[in-house]
């Protein structure tokens, strides 16, 4: 199986994660989720593996989740994955997927036990810091 990241490059902390998965000794598949979209059974299947729901998936910032009333109590998570399939950018990101499992990657440092390679030297963000080794 080979590492997949579903990356936006517009967003710090998918390309740290990315930064990361590299700095391991991996190059990632790398899916734009914005310019490809999600189908159903794709949201599904990846929700199960990393033990998300839609709503716990839903990027609430940065996102039209507020306008599209999907942050109310009562949203079922089928409206949910529905309007995730319509506009992209509501699933949080990135997540990852890696023979060690599958995660929403955020903070940057949960892909630590996704690598297939532990890092041996230390990875720093965009931002200078470091990203802490298990």
Known sequence: MTTVI????ACGTS???LAVIRASGTEPVVI???????TKPQLLALFAAANLTPKT?????????QE???MEPDVSDETILDAMIEHPVL???PIVCSPKGVALCRPSETVLP???TPLTAPVFKED???ILRP
Do not use: M, Q
């Open 91 to 93: 699933v949080n990101r």
């Open 128 to 130: 200078g810091t470091e």
């Open 57 to 65: 998936a839903l990027r609430t910032t940065k996102s039209p989740a």
């Open 6 to 9: 579903h990356h936006n490059p």
């Open 68 to 70: 599209l009333g999907l």
């Open 15 to 17: 390309r740290n994660v």
């Open 114 to 116: 996704l690598l297939e």
């Open 32 to 38: 734009e989720y914005l310019d490809t979209g999600w």
